[in-house]
């Protein structure tokens, strides 16, 4: 059973593996396509015209001029709107797309992890490759009454052949009892490849094609165990290459990534720095069958201790049951600010009436107000685009989170600066094209804007009750115990 499950579950892991090479080949195709697009527009003149003629209309339809009659049809100009921030005109900005180009940027790359990733990914894609090269079908079936292996068999048009030579070498297999599964995969010469058979809950038997035709057989008694293992080391590269090293896989990797960005920041964790990290381990017969679980980790580094244990509820907390991470603040703002425009993916333009997602919010204050950081995080980018998104900075705040402020008037932080949740960052402005004076903020999750003002913030209401906490509590003295240096 536990075999079979695990193949399953390799089955469902090649699935997505394959997903991930289409989507990898797919964004492959899409950047040689760009290439060969510029490429082109290099060496062709009149497409180079086109290209030119439709990125003006684009400009165009924002530009300033646009954007003054905008005002006047409302019967306002646009210094009225810049500081009555409660007129019926409402602050906003119909352009502030992050792809368009900057005129000026300060930019770091945060992503000091990503070779390490990327090198596991293409592992994780060459693997694939090669299991879909090599196995071509999988079946399964579940015996009624009545049936023989021939039956089975069949299922995957596998000739009598197959099952007389299988029965000549395991007579067993002439008794099959209704209720049984069989799990089988084809090599790409249609031929048996590999028989698994779960004769009980309590036992499995596998056959498997071996050179000259035969087959050979592994009984399997499901006597599985699950241990408590405490795995030590000290960071050499990188924490993500030491636990990998450790034989913990890419989900537990990330899941402790996630757990601990909140108390210390993973990029900067040096070589030397100890960690432990406490598991429990399926074992068949003294070996790890691939499936466990990650109860804790404790790092030092710099002479502090950082620890992320598992509650029941499956979230990590620290030492205490704290929720692991600060938390957001809803807006980046000290006071309340009107909200001139909310967050809309099927906004019009008002005068195009073209679809202009909104991606963010629009807080109406005035020129000069401060941006509040929302919570923890490094300053990935400070650019400006004057046809568009203005003086704007982009915050990273973990793998997953990232907020954007636009429209600025300036700007008090760095690419690559670490900040504190409370910090100024910037001060608010109507730079790029804008209706009037805004904050215009966006949330982002996984590189997808989403609505500041509704999302559950991550880190906060993650609380437990009274009793899960105790019981909580009890766990971590113990994963305390076994994590000491
Ligand atoms: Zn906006």
């Not at 209309?57 to 306002?76: C, F, H, R, V, W």
């Not at 036992?203 to 405490?230: H, M, N, P, T």
């Not at 923890?376 to 400006?384: H, L, P, R, T």
Request: proline residues 3%.
């Amino acid at each position: 059973m536990v075999q079979h499950i695990k193949l399953a579950r390799e089955r469902r892991k090649r699935k997505s593996r394959i997903k991930a090479v289409i989507f990898f080949f797919a964004l492959f195709c899409l950047i040689v396509g760009g290439i060969l697009t510029l490429k082109n527009t290099a060496e062709n003149k009149p497409l180079a015209t086109t290209v030119d003629i439709s990125v003006d209309n684009q400009y165009k339809a924002l530009a300033p001029t646009e954007a003054e009659k905008i005002t006047s049809k409302d019967g306002q100009t646009l210094s009225t709107a810049n500081h009555d921030t409660n007129s019926n005109l409402d602050a906003t900005s119909y352009d502030d797309d992050l792809l368009a180009v900057d005129d000026e940027v300060d930019e770091v790359d945060l992503s000091d992890k990503l070779p390490e990733d990327a090198q596991s990914a293409l592992d994780d894609l060459l693997d694939a490759m090669d299991q879909a090269k090599r196995i071509t079908d999988q079946f399964s079936y579940t015996v009624v009454r009545g049936d023989k292996l021939k039956d089975v068999l069949e299922m995957s048009g596998l000739e009598d052949e197959t099952s007389k030579k299988l029965i000549a070498s395991y007579p067993e297999l002439k008794n099959l009892k209704a209720g049984q599964q069989f799990y089988w995969i084809l090599n790409n010469e249609n031929e048996l490849e590999y028989l698994n058979w779960l004769v009980s809950e309590k036992e499995e038997r596998i056959y498997e094609l071996k050179d000259a035709g035969k087959f050979a057989r592994q009984i399997i008694e499901k006597k599985s165990i699950w241990k408590k293992d405490v795995l030590k080391g000290k960071i050499e590269s990188s924490l993500r290459a030491s636990l990998r090293n450790l034989g913990l896989n890419n989900r537990q990797i990330n899941q402790l990534s996630t757990a601990l960005q909140w108390q210390v920041n993973i990029a900067k964790l040096s070589k030397g720095d100890n960690f432990a990290v406490l598991v429990t381990r399926e074992y068949l017969d003294n070996k790890l069958t691939g499936q466990g679980n990650v109860d804790a980790i404790h790092i030092t580094h710099s002479g502090a201790s950082y620890y992320a244990i598992q509650a029941d509820n499956g979230r990590y907390y620290n030492r205490q049951g704290e929720t692991i991470g600060k938390g957001f603040a809803r807006t980046p703002l000290q006071r309340q600010a009107r909200i001139s425009s909310p967050f809309n993916p099927a906004r019009r333009h008002p005068v195009t009436g073209r679809v202009r997602p909104h991606k963010g919010v629009d807080f109406a204050v005035p020129v000069g107000t401060p941006v509040i950081l929302p919570a923890d995080g490094i300053v990935e980018k400070v650019a400006y685009q004057a046809g568009g998104a203005g003086r704007y900075i982009v915050v990273r705040h973990s793998r997953e989170y990232q907020t954007i402020y636009m429209h600025l008037s300036k700007p008090l932080v760095k690419a690559g600066q670490s900040l504190k949740r409370g910090e100024r960052i910037a001060l608010t402005g109507n730079t790029g094209i804008s209706t009037g004076a805004h904050l215009h903020y966006e949330f982002h999750i996984n590189g997808r804007a989403v609505n500041p003002m509704t999302i559950k913030l991550p880190g906060t209401n993650s609380g437990m009750a009274d009793r899960e906490r105790k019981n909580f509590l009890v766990k971590a003295k113990s994963a305390e115990r076994f994590l000491k240096f």
